[in-house]
C-alpha cells in the first residue's frame, strides 16, 4: 500500500461519525495510553501520552492551535478507556517511534474541533493556559519541540508569543513540518514537502511573535 493510499486509509478511520445515536470514536493505537491530562469542563490544558512498551526515554512536547476530543472517556466501550482524535493519533503516526511519551499543549485550551469557536470562548482562559503550560514545562528536563498551530489571528500573537518564551526558555531547537506563508508551524494535517512525508521534520530557529513582525533569534 503506497502512502497516499494508506494516509486516505487512515482518515476514514478516524473521522468521526454520527449514525443515529451511535457516535463512531477514534481509539490510541496499540501500545498508546493516556498518562497524565488536565481538563476543566469544556477545556484541555495538556494531554501526556505514552508507549507502553518503547524502549526511548525521549519525549516530544507539540504545540496545536486547540484541542478535539483526545482524553476524554469513551462513551461505547465499557471499562477506563480514553478516545483519541486526528490530530493526535497523526503525531503518533509520524513521531511515534522516536519517543516514550508525547505531551500535547495548545494555543487555545477550548475543546472544539473547530478553532474558530475555540478562539471565541478563550479570553478568560489565557492566563491559565500559561500556567499550567509553565508548572508542566518546568518538570520536565529534557524534550524536543514541535509546532505545528497552522495560522491564527494577530490579535493572538502576543499569548502565541508568551507560550513560545516558556517552551523555548532552555534554547530548545524549535522544530515544524513546515511553515506557512505567514511563518507559522504547519498544522500536522497540512503535510509538508513532497509526498506525504510526516516524518520529516523541518529545523527552525527558535522564534516567536513581536508586534506584528515575526522575529528570528
Wanted: proline share 2%; net charge positive; with cysteine.
Amino acid at each position: 500500500m503506497n502512502n497516499s493510499v494508506a494516509h486516505l486509509v487512515l482518515y476514514s478511520i478516524i473521522i468521526l461519525l454520527e449514525v443515529g445515536d451511535m457516535e463512531y470514536e477514534v481509539y490510541f493505537p496499540c501500545n498508546w495510553r493516556v498518562l497524565d491530562s488536565e481538563f476543566d469542563l469544556n477545556y484541555r490544558y495538556y494531554l501526556e501520552i505514552e508507549d507502553e512498551l518503547s524502549d526511548s526515554k525521549e519525549t516530544l512536547i507539540a504545540l496545536l492551535m486547540n484541542p478535539s476530543k483526545a482524553g476524554l472517556p469513551s462513551k461505547n466501550v465499557n471499562g477506563d478507556i480514553k478516545i483519541s482524535d486526528t490530530t493526535v493519533n497523526l503525531l503518533i503516526q509520524a513521531y511515534g517511534k522516536k519517543y516514550k511519551k508525547i505531551i500535547i499543549f495548545n494555543v487555545f485550551p477550548v475543546l472544539n474541533s473547530s478553532s474558530t469557536k475555540a478562539k471565541k470562548y478563550f479570553s478568560d482562559k489565557i492566563k491559565e493556559n500559561l500556567d499550567m503550560i509553565a508548572s508542566k514545562v518546568k518538570n520536565i528536563s529534557n524534550y524536543d519541540l514541535v509546532v505545528a498551530t497552522g495560522r491564527f489571528p494577530k490579535k493572538y500573537f502576543q499569548n502565541y508569543s508568551s507560550i513560545m518564551d516558556v517552551l523555548t526558555n532552555n534554547n530548545k531547537i524549535v522544530f515544524a513540518v513546515g511553515l506557512t506563508v505567514q511563518g507559522y508551524g504547519k498544522h500536522v494535517n497540512q503535510r509538508a514537502g513532497t509526498g506525504n512525508n510526516l516524518t520529516a521534520l523541518t529545523n527552525v530557529k527558535k522564534y516567536h511573535w513581536k508586534s506584528n513582525k515575526l522575529i528570528r533569534i
